[in-house]
């Protein structure tokens, strides 16, 4: 699976930005998928999961209520909306599939395929 992230971008504090992740090769449709961040110097964190269908999510308590993270099956997209956006969001942010089907899982290394990353700088 070959996953491209785009829809970084800068954003004022308490704006928005939407990410999207797509699998330009391969599909993601029997993937729980996750969206991480990282900050150089700092280990890449986990954001969001979703499971296959999209019914189940799991969120990291620093975006819990601000962000959430969708999937549509049929355009083999991801997404992630993001509100309320403060400075410390600022990160690149990366799309992955999940090595086991399991959307709970936070580990990047429970993680395989990996997007390129796009990069969200939230700044006045």
């Known amino acids: 699976v070959q996953l491209q992230a785009c829809g970084g971008g800068l954003a004022q504090p308490g704006g928005s930005l939407r990410l999207s992740c797509v699998a330009s090769?391969?599909?993601?449709?029997?993937?729980?998928m996750g969206w991480f961040r990282h900050v150089a110097g700092k280990e890449r964190e986990f954001v969001a999961s979703?499971?296959?269908?999209?019914?189940?999510?799991n969120y990291a308590d620093s975006v819990k209520g601000r962000f959430t993270i969708a999937r549509d099956n049929a355009k083999n997209t991801l997404y992630l909306q993001m509100s309320s956006l403060k400075p410390e969001d600022t990160a690149v942010y990366y799309c992955a599939t999940n090595r086991r089907g399991n959307f709970y899982e936070t580990s990047r290394y429970d993680y395989n395929f990996w997007g390129q990353g796009t990069v969200v700088t939230v700044s006045s």
């Open positions: 090769e391969g599909t993601i449709r029997n993937s729980a």
């Open positions: 979703i499971n296959l269908s999209g019914v189940r999510k």
